[in-house]
């Protein structure tokens, strides 16, 4: 968890949304790539646990329904998917700030890291 700052955001009329940007100087040039990066790390993540949760609803479906119980405690997986936000800042190189926003989620968190 020491890559990014993040910040708590809301626009007008909006839901509640989590900002990260790097927390290490990166020039001007190579920002968006850190953040499209990102988003494109994130959006892989989503597809991976979208076909894991299928491949147990297919299975539950195919197994007899006395086995299905074996895989009740087998969680659905998701990923928030991120966008790049640029914003104006004239304290920033090049005028510009590049953030991942995604949605807030509401609760306890527990941050893991491998």
Known sequence: GGLR????MRQKCEAEQVAKESRHAIKYHERLKFH????????????????FNKKISDTKKKMRSEQQHHLDDVPNI?????????????????????LAVEKHLEGSYEKWNN
């Open 36 to 51: 499209l990066e990102t988003v494109k790390c994130q959006n892989q993540a989503s597809l991976y646990a979208n076909l």
């Open 5 to 8: 700052n993040v910040y708590r």
């Open 78 to 98: 998701e990923f928030l998917c991120a966008e790049v936000y640029r914003l104006k800042a004239s304290n920033c190189p090049g005028g510009f700030r590049y």
